[in-house]
Nanobody, 126 residues
């Protein structure tokens, strides 16, 4: 069993930065791929980024590439999403997720994930 807790969301002006954290419980963090998704009101949940067991990274929409960076610290059982140059379009609830899947392609779809955090709100003002 894995429990995930996100933190670091909040209010920020356009052009600002936030760092989201996802703390995982248990002793098997290093065996999990970690992903970030977001969901804006009235829209479907969108894949943002994922990091594999070996540290490989994959990003979703072109709009986040070059601005967001996913990372992990296995010693701290924590994954991060560094968000720079934020835009109002980035406003959403951001969710952390974990999966045992070894497929980097599979990490881009929500149904792959076995565990989800509670979400953290990110609001970017214009």
């Amino acid at each position: 069993q894995v429990q995930l807790v996100e933190s670091g969301g909040g209010l920020v002006q356009a052009g600002g930065s936030l760092r989201l954290s996802c703390a995982a419980s248990g002793r098997t963090f290093s065996s999990l791929a970690m992903g970030w998704f977001r969901q804006a009101p009235g829209k479907e949940r969108e894949f943002v980024a994922a990091i594999t067991l070996s540290g490989g990274r994959i990003y979703g929409a072109d709009s986040v590439k070059g601005r967001f960076t996913i990372s992990r610290d296995n010693a701290k059982n924590t994954a991060y999403l560094q968000m720079n140059s934020l835009k109002p379009e980035d406003t959403a609830v951001y969710y952390c997720a974990a999966t045992r899947s070894p497929s980097i392609i599979a990490t881009t779809i929500a149904t792959t994930y076995d565990y989800w955090g509670q979400g953290t709100q990110v609001t970017v003002s214009s």
